[in-house]
T-cell receptor, first 115, second 112 residues
């Protein structure tokens, strides 16, 4: 199993450009997430989805958009890149079951620099 | 809202030393607690978890006990190895939500 895959691994954008970060999972998980990781700041939730066709904002959604047309894919769109969006982006997925929360599986990350 | 506070890093230890990374939390109800590890250049992976008070999570020689009375979930290992060098994140999920709230992470470096 590939688990959670992300592309690209690295990207440099100019201010104002747009791009889509791709995320796919092959575990048939209903829940998917996008996080950004800034140095010394832990991970902040950008958007999440509880199933195909359903998305919701996390803690830091401004400047981003998502869609979830299939269970497998959860792309993150940056419309007008700004230097403040320089970060490492992680996609994750999970499958809730019963009362106990289950682990999230993370992709390897995309390192984005906006200059 | 829910929050996680973990000890500031970085932490530098010699091989075979004892490790403690402190983690305390604020949450309503009874959250599940997690430790995730991030090795250099990789994504996060679950190290261990505990879902109710007094549960002890353990994996790869690491362990942590869910202490409701002190709202803590400290990570310990009796003898660290160079290969344990990584960033460790404490996290919680609560209120029936699958969303995770992370601490800021603690970077551990183990020298031979």
């Amino acid at each position: 199993n590939a688990g959670v895959t992300q592309t690209p691994k690295f990207r440099i954008l100019k201010i104002g450009q747009s791009m889509t970060l791709q995320c796919a999972q092959d575990m048939n998980h209903n829940y998917m997430y996008w996080y950004r990781q800034d140095p010394g700041m832990g991970l902040k939730l950008i958007y999440y989805s509880v199933g195909a066709g359903i998305t919701d904002k996390g803690e830091v959604p401004n400047g981003y958009n998502v869609s979830r047309s299939t269970t497998e894919d959860f792309p993150l769109r940056l419309e007008l890149a700004a230097p403040s969006q320089t970060s490492v982006y992680f996609c994750a997925s999970s499958q809730p079951s019963g009362l106990a929360s289950h682990e999230q599986y993370f992709g390897p990350g995309t390192r984005l620099t906006v200059t | 809202g829910d929050s996680v506070t973990q000890m500031e890093g970085p932490v530098t230890l010699s091989e075979e030393a004892f490790l403690t990374i402190n983690c305390t939390y604020t949450a309503t109800g009874y959250p599940s607690l997690f430790w995730y590890v991030q090795y250099p250049g990789e994504g996060l992976q679950l190290l261990l978890k505990a879902t109710k008070a007094d549960d002890k999570g353990s994996n790869k020689g690491f362990e942590a006990t869910y202490r409701k009375e002190t709202t803590s979930f400290h990570l310990e290992k009796g003898s660290v190895q160079v290969s344990d060098s990584a960033v460790y994140f404490c996290a919680l999920s609560g209120g029936g939500s699958e969303k995770l709230v992370f601490g800021k992470g603690t970077k551990l470096t183990v020298n031979p």
